[in-house]
């Protein structure tokens, strides 16, 4: 990875840091709350909130965005990954959902080569293969919990991918205030479809504190994955999205008093090497570029 590339990963971890804690916010509340009203609320807060932001700054203008075909399948795409990473973790612990759902980093990679034209480097695909290996290992012991939580995994990682890799087509058309706009305005519009049958006023303190943050969990944690994907593209951030299973972990044992056994320890620790290698390789890479380009210069006739 480019020096210059490094600030995208700030911003990507602090994304990921957001979504685990939305994620647990939101398979605590989930005991007590129907599920689909709750991911109603999770869009419709920061809708409100990053939309009379706009119209304050922008006055009429607040809604305008290039390419609105692809605004609406980024709001569509992102509204699905969430209802259903939601109901996985309805039906399979933390650590688990999470897991299956790291199809997702392999997903962008052929998305972004498949749509974008990236080329990702040989270092990539090593990384998102050892990553893959340590998912499957991580997995392993979980197969007895196949079902709707396993399918329903899937397909948010593969809802999410179309929406990391569409997030990357406008990126460089709009600033991130306005891709978080839209993203969650089309989400909450989707959702008023269906939410209102089953959405009830919050109980107690509990759901009066979560229901409200599940939304700014889950805008500022989009904010700053867009910010990331400003800065580099996907398939070099893709290996690194693994780093969100650390922080299931944690919150699976803090939470839920839930720790990973033996096989989920060695699969992330397997995990943790892909990004590690990564590293390792953009910086060798970083260091011959600059020397190739030293040997350049002082090969320049005066």
């Known amino acids: 990875m480019r020096p210059e590339q490094r600030p995208a990963l700030l911003w990507l971890f602090v994304g990921i840091l957001l979504f685990a804690t939305m994620d647990s916010a939101a398979k605590y509340v989930a005991r007590t709350y129907p599920m689909t009203a709750a991911v109603w609320f999770r869009y419709l807060v920061p809708a409100v909130l ?12 607040f809604a305008h965005a290039p390419r609105p075909g692809i605004q609406l399948l ?63 290992i991580a997995l392993r012991p979980g197969f007895t919990h196949t079902g709707i939580g396993a399918i329903a995994a899937l397909g948010s990682a593969l809802f999410y991918s179309f929406y990391l890799v569409l997030t990357r087509m406008v990126a460089d058309q709009a600033d991130s205030i306005s891709l978080l706009f839209h993203a969650n305005a089309i989400g ?6 269906i939410a209102p049958a089953t959405v009830r006023m919050p109980e107690g303190w509990i759901e009066w504190l979560i229901l409200p943050l599940l939304g700014v969990f889950g805008a500022t944690g989009h904010w700053c994955m867009i910010k990331a994907y400003e800065i580099t593209d996907a398939s070099t951030l893709a290996p690194f999205m693994y780093v969100q299973l650390l922080f299931a972990t944690f919150y699976g044992w803090l939470i839920f008093n839930t720790l990973p056994d033996a096989f989920t320890l060695l699969g992330m620790l397997v995990i943790l090497a892909s990004g590690l290698y990564v590293l390792n ?16 210069v002082s090969a320049t006739p005066e």
């Open 50 to 61: 990053v939309g009379s932001y706009l119209i304050i700054t922008r006055g009429r203008r």
């Open 74 to 136: 980024r709001g569509i795409t992102v509204v699905c990954s969430t209802l259903c990473f939601w109901t996985a973790l309805s039906n399979l612990p933390l650590v688990e959902a999470a897991t299956v759902s790291f199809i997702g980093p392999t997903i962008v990679v052929i998305l972004s080569t498949l749509l974008l034209g990236e080329r990702p480097l040989r270092s990539h695909w090593i990384a998102l293969a050892m990553g893959f290996i340590g998912v499957l």
């Open 188 to 193: 909450a519009l989707v959702l008023t479809v």
């Open 281 to 296: 390789e953009g910086r060798k890479n970083a260091k011959l570029a600059a020397l190739n380009k030293g040997n350049e």
